[in-house]
C-alpha cells in the first residue's frame, strides 16, 4: 500500500516531465504545421511506456539501489573505516583513500551502462552509422570516461585542489584531440558528456561528493562537495575522441602499413 | 514472436542493470564486510528496474523517437526558419524549467549564497535568487537548442562554436565569485532529463537528414553538447551580475 502511493507520486513527476513536451507538439501541430499526427495511437502507447517505464525504473532504483549505495557512499568515506577506529585524523593523507576511488571508478562505470538517455542515443548513433559506431563499444567507451572522471573528481574532494584547474585542463586537451580526431566523431562525442549524467548517476555521484567532503577533515561541503558531475561530463568527450583516434590510426596502419 | 521480442527486450534490461548489482554487491561483501540488508526488497527493486527500462526501451523506438524525427521534416518541409527556431527554444526552456534536478540544485545554490553572505539571507531573497538561477538555466537550454539547430540548418562546424564556448567558460572562472563555480560547472549536467534527450537527438538527426548536404552523424549530433555548455556560462553570468 505504501508502495502504491509512493510509485504513483513518482509516476506523477513523469507525467509532469512529459507534460510540456506533449502541450508543446500538440500546439505545433494544431497552429503550425496544421496537419494530424502520423500513426497517432502507435506514438501515444509508445509514450504511455515511456512514462511507466522510466516511473518504474526510477521507483526500483530508489527503493533497491539508491540507500545501498548511499549508506556505501558514506561508510566507504568514513575516517573509521579509513584510518581504523580510535585514530585521531589531523592530516589528510591522499593514499588512505584507494577504496574511495576504486568505488567511485566502478559506480560511475556501471551507472553509466544503466543510464537510459545514454542507451537512446547510442542507439541512434549505431543506427546512423549504420552499426559503424556499435553501441556497447559507444557505451563502454563513455562509461570508461565516467568512471575516470569520478575517480579522479573523488581525489580532488581529498586532496582539496581548486575544481577549475582540472576542467580546464581538461578543456584544453578536449581542444587538441578535436584537432586530431575524425570529423564524424567530434559532433557524438561532444553529446555524449552531456547524456552520461542522469537519472541513475546523478543521486549516488551527489551523495559520494557531498559525503566525502562532508567527512575528509578541512573539507567544506558547500564548496567541495560540487563538482563531480562536471568531472563525468567531460571526460567522455576525451575517451570517445580517443578511441575514434584510435580505431582510425588502426585503420589507416593496415591499408598502408609503411 | 512477440514473447521472444519481449524477453530479449528484458535481457537487454538485465545486462545494463548487471553492473551496478555487482559493484555494489562487491564492496559491500568484499570491502565492507557487511550482509546484503533486505534481500528482498532489493530482488524486488530490481526487478521493477529492468521491467521499467524494457519498457522505457520500447517506447522510445515507437514514440519519442519517430515523433522526433516527424516534427523535423514536417518543420523543415514547412521552411519556416522563424517557426524552427521558436519550436527548438521552446522544447528546451519548457522541458527545463520545471525539472525537479534543476529545482534543487537552484534552492541548494540560493542556501549556500546565503550562509556565504553573498545575498541577503532573508527566505524572500532566497527564493528570488533560486527563481533566477533556474530562469537563467531554463533560458539557457532554450538558446543552446536553438544555437544548434541553427547550426545544423547552416552546416557551421561544432567544433568552432564548442571550443569558443569552453573559452568563455576559462574566461568566466577566473572572474565568476568562487561560490558558484562548482554549480554553474554542475548545471551544465543536470539539465537535460531522460525524455528530453531522445527527443532532442530525433529531432537532431531528423533535420540533418532532411537537409540537403548535412550528414546525419556529423551534423545531427551536437544539440546536447551546446545544451551541457550554454548553462554554465548562464549560471557564472548570473552570480556575476548578483554579487557585483
Redesign the interface.
Known sequence: MEFIHYFSKILL??C???L??I???TG?QLL??R?P???LG????????????????????????FP??KI?AT??SDPA?IYGTGEIVTRVDWKAYG?VYL?AA??G???T??E??L???A???SE??AGTISQWGLRITVALGVAFGISLGTFRIVSGTP??IY??IG?VI??VQ?IFAP??I???A??S????????T?PLVAALGLGLAASVPGRNP?????????F??LFPIITVMGYAQLMHWQATRRTNPH | MITSIILKKLRDSIYDLLPIILVIAFFQIVVLKQPLPQIGEVIFGALLVVAGLSLFVQGLEMSLFPIGEAMAQALARKGSLFWILFFAFALGFSTTVAEPALIAVAAEAAEIAGQGGLIDPSQDSLTQYAFGLRMSVAFSVGLAILIGVMRIIRGWPIHYLIIGGYVVVMLMTIIAPQEIIGIAYDAGGVTTSTITVPLVAALGVGLASTIRGRSPLTDGFGLIAFASLLPMIFVMGYGLIIFG
Open positions: 513527476g513523469t509532469r516531465d512529459v510540456p513536451i502541450i508543446l507538439i505545433f503550425v504545421l496537419q499526427i502520423p500513426h502507435r506514438l501515444v502507447v509508445g509514450g504511455v511506456y515511456v512514462v511507466i517505464g522510466l516511473a518504474l525504473f526510477l521507483a526500483g532504483l530508489e527503493k533497491a539501489l545501498l549505495g556505501m561508510q566507504l573505516f577504496w568505488f566502478m559506480i562505470f556501471a551507472t551502462i544503466a537510459p538517455s542507451i537512446a542515443v542507439f541512434k548513433a546512423v552509422s575544481l577549475y576542467i580546464l578543456y578536449v581542444i578535436t570529423k564524424g567530434i559532433a557524438l561532444y553529446d558528456g552531456g547524456v552520461t549524467t542522469s537519472t541513475v546523478v558547500a564548496l567541495d562537495g560540487f563538482g563531480l558531475i562536471a563525468a561530463s
